[in-house]
Structure formats: structure tokens, C-alpha cells
């Protein structure tokens, strides 16, 4: 069975620091890799995905994160916050070729960005 | 172009009462996700439908939830005799045919059981 380990609950930095927001999967087949973020009171947003090509992939507003197979990894950087990032993180697996709608997600990341 | 919809916002019932959550996918979207997320947990997978048709329904409980995508109108969530453990955030989200994995969320429906 595939699983998804968002070792942070909270992670509190200064605005302009650099973060890193870990994610680590398990699964026996190849997998798909997303990162959604949550702000308050609204659905998830796609971040970033890693479907297949380049292991870095980056999204619109400064985030990337980067595919590791050997360590099972697909954490979440950004070289300098803004107080705007303040929200909730999940990570996700998918089945590649599976039943194309099982998303399995991580229990979230909460990145608290202070002034 | 409007995103997934989904209604009510916040839903209050009573223990045994029945709730029905509404999901109405982004325009020309023809797959639907339902999740489920409980305080301080990430989403759980519940069921994945097609127009007429469940296609994966493995994260469903196995009584009082059911779920349905007619072919006209909206996805709609049920749950019969709701109990205090059914309290959470009920998320939908759509996806079209040909990238399915890149699933679109809504807004969510808060469920609370007094």
C-alpha cells in the first residue's frame, strides 16, 4: 500500500527565510508526486506535480521541489518566503497507471510565515 | 470559466438526520473525486465516479454513505444518519478525461453532527 509522511505539522519562519517542506512516499510502483496548498476557509490548489522527465519542477510563484527515487522524496523549497505563503501544504501520490483517481495525501504542513 | 462548485458551504445536522453535499465540476470536466478531511488529518480518498457510473469506490465507508453523478446535474454526496464522527470538511474535486491526474478542488462543505 502506498503512504504519504509529511514529517512537519508546523513550520514557523521569519519572512525572507529560506524553507524546506519535507515529504517522503512509499510504494512499491511507480508514482505520480504533487504538492497542494491550502490557504484558510478554501479548497486545495495544485502547487506543482512530477508526473515524468526532469526530477526539479517548479511552480508560478517561486516554489520547486525535487523528485528523489532513491530516497523516496519529493520535498518542497522556496529560497525566500512571503507572508502570502502563510497556509497548509499536502503532499500526494498517485498510482502511475492505477485507478487514475486515488490520490493519497499527507497529513499537511502548516508553514507559518512572520513578519 | 467558474471552478468546481460546491454546496452548501457549511452544512448543520442532527445525529440521524441525512446530509447531501453538491458538487458541480468545472465546465467540461467529466470525472469527479469525493474526500474527506477530519481535523488534523490530510484528505482521504472516498470515491471517484463518472456520469452514471462509480468507477472506484474503495474509501467509502461501507454503510450510510452513498454517492451518485447523474448524467444531468450535479454529483451529490449522502450520507443517512449522520452520527458525530461524519463532522468534517467534505471536498470535491474534477478532472477531465484526458488529465486525470491533475484534479481541480472545490471549495469544500463543512458537515458538523450536533
Known amino acids: 500500500a502506498q503512504s504519504v509522511t509529511q514529517l512537519d505539522s508546523q513550520v514557523p519562519v521569519f519572512e525572507e527565510a529560506p524553507v524546506e517542506l519535507r515529504c517522503n512516499y512509499s510504494?512499491?510502483?511507480?508514482?505520480?508526486l504533487f504538492w497542494y496548498v491550502q490557504y484558510p476557509n478554501q479548497g486545495l490548489q495544485l502547487l506543482l506535480k512530477y508526473l515524468s522527465g526532469s526530477t526539479l519542477v517548479e511552480s508560478i510563484n517561486g516554489f520547486e521541489a525535487e523528485f528523489n527515487k532513491s530516497q523516496t522524496s519529493f520535498h518542497l523549497r522556496k529560497p525566500s518566503v512571503h507572508i502570502s505563503d502563510t497556509a497548509e501544504y499536502f503532499c500526494?501520490?498517485?498510482?502511475?497507471?492505477?485507478?487514475?483517481?486515488?490520490?493519497?495525501f499527507g497529513k499537511g504542513t502548516k508553514l507559518s510565515v512572520k513578519p | 470559466n467558474a471552478g468546481v462548485m460546491q454546496n452548501p458551504r457549511h452544512l448543520v445536522r442532527r445525529r440521524g438526520q441525512e446530509a447531501r453535499l453538491r458538487c458541480s465540476p468545472m465546465?467540461?470536466?467529466?470525472?469527479v473525486y469525493w474526500y474527506r478531511q477530519l481535523p488534523e488529518e490530510g484528505l482521504k480518498f472516498m470515491v471517484y465516479l463518472q456520469k452514471e457510473n462509480i468507477i472506484d469506490e474503495s474509501g467509502m465507508p461501507k454503510e450510510r454513505f452513498s454517492a451518485e453523478f447523474p448524467k444531468e446535474g450535479p454529483s451529490i454526496l449522502r450520507i443517512q444518519q449522520v452520527v458525530r464522527g461524519d463532522s468534517a470538511a467534505y471536498f470535491c474535486a474534477s478532472s477531465q478525461r484526458e488529465v486525470w491526474n491533475e484534479q481541480f478542488f472545490g471549495p469544500g462543505t463543512r458537515l458538523t453532527v450536533l
Open positions: 465546465k467540461g470536466h467529466s470525472h
Open positions: 510504494s512499491s510502483v511507480s508514482v505520480y
Open positions: 500526494a501520490v498517485s498510482n502511475y497507471g492505477g485507478s487514475q483517481g486515488n490520490l493519497i
